[in-house]
């Protein structure tokens, strides 16, 4: 999905976000959002996808000002809150496969621009899926022998492993994390800090530190990994902006709620729904 001329404003609205959470020195701060900047309107263009400009932003933000995990705060408290809403809201969920990805998509209400507490009233609704292509992924994954599943933010990792169990039960799944901070992305540690590492079975990473994933960036076990599985289970949405640039093949699931408007636009659904989609 290329960017739209709404993404810019919401590329500088990250900007400015990474670099108050990076520092509270000031003058570093400035730098920071400056340099950040120059990079976005030195990339920014109706070719590039906004993951792609996401990930440069970050990577100056962080040099800069010389944090690593700029985000690490908002990831704990996402953690807590997450872990928290989990035991009231899982109880509303069956353990098959159909509600199991239900469990898991309500979770993607979670968005570092959002409030928790808005969140929190999202994710205690019941998901209904605007696109429910929840069917086909199911009669595909009882064919299938290998799964990659792409975890998105943080607090989402309670709510993935119920669907991660449940397909275990039929097929070998790999849970997909980032391999350093970025963002309020899932990472290795966040995993082990948990306490879920066991939980989940094998885990592996992108390679690459971005929102999403872009293939050209990534390790080429991830690659070798993403070609060998027969289904793509593909959280949030920075997962659909970079993997929908590539051409359809029937095994990418993605499960996400289209939080903005040029997500929405391109799925063709309202903001803020929930979407089950097969590609």
């Not at 809403?85 to 496969?97: E, G």
């Not at 793509?232 to 993997?243: C, D, N, R």
Request: glycine share 6%; charged share 25%.
């Amino acid at each position: 999905m290329k960017v739209s001329l709404e993404c810019y404003d919401c590329l500088g609205r990250l900007i400015c976000q990474a670099a108050r959470l990076a520092t509270s020195d000031e003058p570093l701060r400035q730098k920071a959002v400056e340099k950040a900047r120059d990079v976005l309107n030195q990339e920014f263009s109706g070719e590039q996808i906004s993951i792609a400009i996401a990930t440069k932003l970050h990577k100056v933000i962080r040099e800069i000002t010389g944090n690593p995990d700029p985000y690490r705060i908002v990831k704990e408290d996402e953690l807590r809150v997450a872990g928290e809403l989990f035991s009231r809201v899982k109880v509303q969920y069956k353990n098959t496969i159909n509600d199991c990805i239900k469990l898991a998509t309500v979770a993607n209400a979670i968005d570092f621009f959002r409030s928790l507490d808005a969140v929190a009233e999202d994710m205690q609704r019941p998901v209904k899926f605007t696109i429910d292509d929840s069917q086909q992924f199911e009669a595909k994954l009882k064919k299938a022998s290998k799964v990659l599943y792409l975890a998105d933010n943080v607090g989402e990792i309670y709510f993935d492993l119920p669907l991660v169990k449940r397909m275990r039960q039929l097929v070998d799944v790999k849970y997909v994390v980032k391999p350093l901070p970025v963002q309020n992305d899932a990472t290795v540690e966040d995993v082990k800090e948990a306490g879920l590492e066991g939980e989940f079975g094998v885990v592996i990473t992108t390679g690459v530190a971005s929102p999403g994933v872009i293939l050209d960036w990534a390790s080429e076990q991830f690659r070798e990994e993403f070609e060998a599985a027969d289904l793509v289970f593909a959280k949030g949405m920075g997962h659909y902006e970079s993997l929908s640039e590539l051409p359809g093949q029937g095994k990418v699931f993605y499960c996400l709620m289209a939080k903005c408007r040029p997500v929405a636009n391109s799925l063709g659904v309202p903001l803020n729904s929930y979407v089950a989609m097969l590609r």
